[in-house]
């Protein structure tokens, strides 16, 4: 079967710095994926190409088997592509309960989406007509999960989900991950703590300078990861 | 007693009007960042098409207003979204002020092209039928604008936090890229906001049109009590923009109804709005500083005293040709063209190296002019004296807002402006009601050459005094202090007396120019400097380029042209003006306006020499760095 994210010599940038240099990735149907690198790999560039946030100036991108290159960003999210970017990635300035309304853009129907996140989180219920600025940083993380729990994506992409939360926060997280790839649906997460990726990933990929240099199950890319961070220092 | 209840029902009328009108500012801001200037303007043309419609051409008045508000208004906020303010997304907030300073002009002058101005009386809706309530007669009219004002108030609401795309709205400010990656398309959403902004905006126009008269300034100048309403409601809150509406209503119509006519205090009612204003400005809490914004913009070059000399005296030379081989009025015009410079070279340090936008700088030059006439004496030490007299009043104006912001900060000089207009200039103290001062030339400059020869070298000397303060300790400051506020409180740079200094400094200069503008012209009234001259000069100064001195020249002259050209070819009146609208759009991409691409053009040998007006320079100039 088909992959149901292919990238293939994609290549892209920022003005004229040109920072991923032909990357080839595939994430195969149901699959979870960790994408690892050192920093300023072009990790969060890869993500932004696939959600439509920046266009590949070469090569191609294939979703569900369709080309995308150059489509925009709602029109992905709006077809099943949810993307979780670097950072709290709510409204800071809108309630938890306005934020997972703005979920329903992706397809669901609010009742679902407050019943789906408010199951899972309980704590976003008690805090629903909180800002979701005030909310802590493992909450805001929770938030933003929530809406990839309830609007039951085709594909996921999350970046640095991790970043700045408790591990057992973190573990947590990871769970719901793990629950949603149970559930059919296809992840590509990108993360410094290898570790805690490592552990939910079928498959994981290392980009070093804008180039994918391995692929393999985890525990392969777990043993070779130190030789290949290694070789990016030079 | 009846007379009070009248009164009050007429404040509460006025103030219901006011409230559809601030309400449509409060969105647009709150959904786009963008302060929009041009709101009274769109409500203006509005209200001159619902003539057009029902008067010209026999239209129904309840299918005009529909025709109107329903689709032309929001098809124009739509059209001023996708081209305009769609490229500013991010741009500081100064220069989406001004872009919406061009589409005011824009909208005045289209107003002028296609309504000449006669005098056309506008009947309320249902004529003057009404009723009684106790001692108080209310039209029905009445009835219609507080019932507009329930309904949009209802209305706003229940869209903003009851809907879907109204929490898209207030989140598209928050995080407008996140939007997209939820799925919604944020060009319609900011289109929207933009569409129901301006239709609040026309059903205002209209629905005040009665009150204030079909004037294109009067309803244009609308948007000072709208902006007074939104910011007792600090431009976020509806219900409290709601208050300050009725509460500025009723404000001015007990100042209508209880201030003793007499002529001082005719002044202070039309000030009312800009009054309350400036109270509801400095009364309301600021947000405090951000940390971690630094909105650095590359500078434009600063050129070597030497080259600065040469081009200076290369000017001198050229004005000295150009006096020879023109017949006396135009050097008279070319004169004019340098002293404008030098009104936008006041600009480059506040508005160009500080970051501040003064929306009010005519005044200052009306200052000049004023004290120069008062003075009656032709010695040079009577400029002096008009740049030490603005210089003052600049300081005292930057006082009380010393601790506004930004936009806030802006709009307290866009207050200032107006009640030096109607307080100051209009009494007489200054100019009298409709009068005007004669003032003196410079000792022994009676010929139209050597006034030309002065201005130019005026220009050239304070020219030559901004970019030395460019290149000083201080103008490092101020460079730092415009990319980051934060980052300079932390290091403990004192920036309100910096700032202080900064208003006067450069409300000196433009009283300097004030004087010399009152020696050449000659006569000098207050209509001359107002407010609705001041916006095109600061337009014209930041399209030309407010952060460097050639900008200023070049804006300067074309400030000059514009009512040269406007007069030569009348059927193109509004079209010039037209195209310095146009011409704002560009802004957002290029802060620096069109000089620097003049720079461009010539630096392609030169990048070495490119110095990034940044962070890390001006830092090191303040002694961090060593
Ligand atoms: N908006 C931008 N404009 C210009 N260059 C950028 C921009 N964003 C990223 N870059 C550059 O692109 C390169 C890759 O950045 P990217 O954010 O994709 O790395 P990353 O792998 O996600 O790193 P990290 O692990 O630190 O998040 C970096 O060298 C960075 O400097
Ligand atoms: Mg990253």
């Known amino acids: 079967m088909r992959p149901i994210l292919e990238l293939v010599g994609v290549t892209a940038g920022y003005g004229r710095i040109e920072v991923l240099h032909g990357v080839d990735l595939a994430l195969p149907r149901g699959a979870v994926m960790a994408l690892l690198g050192p920093n300023g790999a072009g990790k969060t560039t890869l993500l932004r190409v696939v959600s439509g946030q920046i266009r590949a100036t070469g090569g191609h991108v294939h979703l569900g088997g369709a080309h995308v290159n150059g489509a925009s960003a709602d029109a992905l999210a709006r077809a099943g592509l949810c993307t979780i970017p670097e950072g709290r990635s709510v409204f800071p300035n809108l309630t938890v309960r306005d934020n997972l309304r703005l979920a329903t853009y992706a397809g669901a129907r609010a009742a679902d989406v407050y019943g789906t996140a408010f199951d899972r989180f309980p704590r976003l219920a008690e805090r629903a007509h909180q800002l979701a600025g005030s909310l802590s940083g493992g909450e805001q993380q929770m938030l933003a999960m929530a809406r990839a729990l309830a609007t039951d994506p085709a594909v996921l992409l999350v970046d640095e989900l991790s970043m700045g939360l408790a591990p057992l926060v973190v573990r947590e997280l990871y769970e719901v991950v793990a629950g949603l790839a149970a559930d059919g649906v296809s992840v590509l997460v990108v993360e410094q703590f290898a570790d805690a990726a490592l552990a939910v990933a079928d498959r994981a990929a290392v980009l070093v300078h804008g180039r994918v240099v391995a692929t393999g199950g985890p525990d392969e890319i777990s043993d070779e990861l130190a030789n290949l961070y290694l070789g990016s220092v030079t | ?626």
């Not at chain 2, 007429?10 to 009108?21: E, K, P, R, S």
């Not at chain 2, 329930?150 to 009851?162: E, I, K, W």
């Not at chain 2, 809150?237 to 009725?246: E, I, K, R, W």
């Not at chain 2, 003064?358 to 200052?367: R, Y």
């Open chain 2, 1 to 626: 007693m009846s007379g009070f209840i009248a009164f009050t029902v007429l404040g509460l009328v006025t103030g219901a009007g006011y409230a559809v009108a601030a309400s449509g500012l409060v969105l647009t801001y709150s959904t786009s960042r963008v302060f929009n200037v041009a709101h009274g303007a769109i409500g203006m043309v509005m209200a001159f098409l619902c003539w057009e419609l029902t008067v010209q051409r026999g239209l129904p008045a309840w299918l005009a207003v529909l025709l109107v508000v329903g689709v032309a208004a929001p098809l124009l906020g739509a059209l001023a979204e996708r081209v305009m303010m769609r490229h500013l997304a991010g741009a500081p907030e100064g220069t989406t002020l001004v872009v919406t300073v061009g589409l005011l002009i824009m909208l005045i002058g289209a107003a002028q092209a296609v309504w000449p101005a006669t005098a056309r009386p506008v009947e309320p809706f249902f004529g003057q039928r009404g009723f009684r309530i106790g001692t108080a007669f209310v039209t029905y009219h009445d009835l219609v604008m507080v019932a507009a004002a329930l309904v949009v108030a209802a209305g706003l609401y229940g869209l903003l936090t009851r809907t879907r795309i109204g929490a898209a709205m207030r989140a598209s400010v928050d995080n407008r890229d996140l939007l997209r990656l939820y799925g919604a398309r944020t060009s319609l959403v900011s289109a929207l906001s933009w569409a129901i902004g301006a239709a609040l905006a026309a059903l205002a126009g209209i629905l005040l049109t009665p009150v204030v008269g079909l004037s294109y300034f009067d309803l244009a100048l609308l948007v000072i009590s709208a902006y007074a309403a939104a910011v007792v409601g600090r431009l976020r809150s509806l219900p409290l923009t709601f208050v300050g509406a009725l509460l500025l209503g009723l404000a001015q119509s007990y100042a209508v109804g209880y201030l003793p006519p007499t002529e001082a205090l005719s002044g202070l009612r039309a000030a009312i709005p800009a009054l309350f204003l400036f109270a509801a400005l400095l009364l309301s809490p600021q947000a405090t500083l951000r940390v971690g914004q630094i909105k650095g913009v590359a500078g434009v070059p600063v050129p070597t005293t030497r080259r600065a000399l040469v081009a200076g005296a290369v000017l001198v030379g050229a004005a000295a040709a150009a006096s020879f081989a023109l017949p006396a009025a135009q050097n008279d015009q070319l004169a004019l063209g340098f002293v404008y410079g030098i009104v936008m070279l006041s600009l480059v340090p506040l508005t160009g190296y500080g970051g501040f936008v003064s929306l009010t700088q005519l005044t200052f030059v009306g200052i000049g002019a004023v004290t120069v006439a008062r003075l009656g004496t032709a010695s040079p030490l009577g400029l002096l004296a008009a740049a030490a007299v603005a210089a003052l009043v600049g300081a005292l104006v930057a006082l009380p807002a010393l601790r506004l912001r930004g936009l806030y900060l802006a709009l307290s000089t866009l207050a200032f402006g107006l009640l030096m207009d109607k307080l100051v200039f209009q009494s007489s103290l200054a100019f009298g009601f409709n009068g005007s001062l004669s003032v003196p030339r410079l000792a022994g400059l009676r010929g139209e050459r050597a006034y030309l020869l002065v201005c130019a070298a005026a220009f050239v000397v304070v020219g030559l005094g901004v970019l030395a303060l460019r290149r000083s300790r201080y103008g490092r400051i101020l460079l730092a202090m415009r990319d980051s506020p934060a980052g300079c409180a932390t290091l403990g740079l004192n920036m309100r007396w910096t700032r202080v200094r900064l208003f006067a400094l450069s409300a000196g200069i433009a009283g300097f120019a004030g004087g010399l503008l009152g020696g050449l012209r000659q006569t000098v009234a207050a209509t001359d400097f107002q407010l609705m001259g001041s916006l095109p000069l600061l337009l014209l100064a930041v399209v030309a380029g407010v952060t460097s001195v050639s900008g200023a020249a070049l804006g300067g002259m074309a400030l000059m042209l514009l009512p040269v050209l406007a007069s030569a070819f009348p059927a193109l009146g509004g079209l010039v003006y037209l195209c310095v609208g146009v011409a704002s759009v560009g802004l957002g991409r290029d802060p620096n306006g069109v000089v620097s691409h003049l720079f461009k053009l010539g630096r392609w040998r030169e990048r070495d020499r490119w110095r990034p007006a940044g962070l890390a320079p001006a830092l090191r100039g303040a002694g961090v760095h060593r």
